[in-house]
């Protein structure tokens, strides 16, 4: 059964540290891996993933994938208050090209 | 542009009663999609619609679950005699065609039974 695992469940961290969260997937016919952030509301998509070694930026944000290991990391540098979210893992699979496999999130919590 | 529109926002319902939650997609957006999220689970897809046709309900439950998307109005994910077990917040997202990825997502509703 295909699924996405993410490490670690939470993290609580002190504002200007760095951040790395990790998911790793076992998914049939891999196409790509997308990163969310979820606040109290909707998930905003922050990166989609497709080529592996390839690192994808935004601002403090930035990830990258390893096809051969089957697992993505999020770095966050200089964390702020404003970055405290449930980060989400998701990876889609050839096999469907609209359903997503979902990671349980990482609970990432900034004390000031 | 407003976005994906979910209401309520929050919705309670004795055990037995009905829930209805609604869903109006981004503009221009066809094709809606309807996710579950159990707290510390990740979402898990119930169902795929596009207006008027159901795409893919393999995630819905077979039993007291159904969803429709009319040619006006909004989407409509129905929740017939709910139980506690139904508690969960309950997304809704929305692309401009299938494939896309980078859905757009709703605030959602979340349903407490009680």
């Known amino acids: 059964e295909d699924k996405v695992v993410q490490s670690p469940l939470s993290l609580v961290v002190h504002e200007g540290d760095t951040v790395t969260l990790n998911c790793s997937y076992e998914?049939?016919?891999?196409?790509?891996l997308l990163w969310y952030k979820q606040e109290k509301k909707a998930p905003t998509f922050l990166f989609m993933l497709t080529s592996s070694g390839i690192e994808k930026k935004s601002g403090r944000l930035s990830s990258i994938l390893d096809k051969k290991e089957l697992f993505s990391i999020l770095n966050i540098t200089a964390t702020q208050t404003g970055d405290s979210a449930v980060y989400l893992c998701a990876v889609a699979s050839m096999d469907s090209n609209y359903q997503l496999i979902w990671g349980a999130g990482t609970k990432l919590i900034i004390k000031p | 542009n407003a976005g994906v529109m979910q209401n309520p926002r929050h919705l309670v319902r004795r055990r037995g009663q009905e829930a209805r939650l609604r869903c109006s997609p981004m503009k221009g957006h066809s094709h809606v999609y309807w996710y579950r999220q159990l707290p510390e689970e990740g979402l898990k897809f119930m169902v795929y619609l596009q207006k008027e046709n159901i795409i893919d309900e393999s995630g819905m439950p077979k039993e007291r679950f159904s969803a429709e998307f009319p040619k006006e109005g909004p989407s409509i994910l129905r929740i017939q005699q709910v139980v506690r077990g139904d508690s969960a917040a309950y997304f809704c997202a929305s692309s401009p065609q299938t494939g896309s990825y980078g859905y757009t997502f709703g605030s959602g509703t979340r349903l407490t039974v009680v």
């Open positions: 998914v049939t016919n891999f196409r790509s």
